[in-house]
C-alpha cells in the first residue's frame, strides 16, 4: 500500500493485495482441515551464500507456513542463525525449497534427507534470471509463489490448480500483460 502511495499507483497496489489476500484465503481454506504438516526446509542463495534461515527469508517462511508447512523454526524455536547440521538432519525435511540446486551438490549429508530420497526438493520458478526478483518466493511474487508453495507442499490437496493459468493471471492482473518466454 505504501508503495503504491509513493509511486502514486495506489490502484496496481490495491490489486495486488486483493489478489494476494483472494489466494491467501484460498489456500488457507484448502489446507485448515490438513493435521500433519509436513517438514519444509527451506534453502535460499539469492546472493551467492548459503542461507537455511534467517531474518531475510521470513518472507518465504510465512508463504511456507501459510500454505500449510512446518519451517525449521517451529520446530526448533529460533528464528535467527543457520541451523546446523545435527539440526537440519534431525528435522529431517519431507519438502526441501530453493532458489537454486548448485550449492547443494558437494554435500555429502544431502543424499540422508526425506526430501531428497523421495524427491520432494523443488526449485522455486524465476520468470528472469538476470532478475532476482523475478522469482516466485520473492516479494513480488507473493500472490503466485504462495500458490507453487502451496502447490509443491500438497500436490494432492492442490491437483487440480493450475499454476501456469494462475502465472497467466497473475501476470495479467499485475502487470497488464500476459507472460512471454
Known amino acids: 500500500?505504501?508503495?503504491?502511495?509513493?509511486?502514486?499507483?495506489?490502484?496496481?497496489?490495491?490489486?495486488?493485495?486483493?489478489?494476494?489476500?483472494?489466494?491467501?484465503?484460498?489456500?488457507?481454506?484448502?489446507?485448515?482441515?490438513?493435521?500433519?504438516?509436513?517438514?519444509?526446509?527451506?534453502?535460499?542463495?539469492?546472493?551467492?551464500?548459503?542461507?537455511?534461515?534467517?531474518?531475510?527469508?521470513?518472507?518465504?517462511?510465512?508463504?511456507?507456513?501459510?500454505?500449510?508447512?512446518?519451517?525449521?523454526?517451529?520446530?526448533?524455536?529460533?528464528?535467527?542463525?543457520s541451523p546446523n547440521l545435527e539440526v537440519i538432519l534431525k528435522f529431517d525435511p519431507d519438502v526441501v525449497i530453493t532458489d537454486n540446486m548448485n550449492h547443494?551438490?558437494?554435500?555429502?549429508?544431502?543424499?540422508?534427507l526425506r526430501?531428497?530420497?523421495?524427491?520432494?526438493?523443488?526449485v522455486a520458478p524465476i520468470d528472469d534470471p538476470s532478475v532476482i526478483m523475478t522469482g516466485w518466493i520473492n516479494n513480488m511474487y507473493g500472490p503466485l509463489g504462495l500458490l507453487w508453495i502451496a502447490k509443491s507442499i500438497h500436490p494432492e490437496v492442490f491437483k487440480n490448480m493450475n499454476i501456469e493459468k494462475e502465472h497467466e493471471n497473475f501476470c495479467m492482473e499485475i502487470f497488464g500483460t500476459t507472460f512471454k518466454d
Open 1 to 81: 500500500e505504501l508503495a503504491g502511495k509513493a509511486s502514486l499507483r495506489e490502484d496496481k497496489a490495491k490489486k495486488y493485495i486483493d489478489l494476494f489476500n483472494k489466494n491467501l484465503e484460498f489456500v488457507k481454506s484448502r489446507v485448515a482441515t490438513i493435521s500433519q504438516k509436513p517438514k519444509v526446509l527451506l534453502i535460499n542463495s539469492g546472493d551467492g551464500q548459503t542461507t537455511i534461515r534467517g531474518n531475510r527469508t521470513k518472507f518465504v517462511f510465512e508463504l511456507i507456513e501459510a500454505a500449510g508447512g512446518q519451517t525449521i523454526e517451529q520446530i526448533e524455536g529460533s528464528e535467527s542463525g
Open 104 to 112: 547443494m551438490k558437494n554435500w555429502d549429508w544431502w543424499p540422508q
Open 115 to 122: 526430501a531428497v530420497k523421495e524427491k520432494r526438493v523443488y
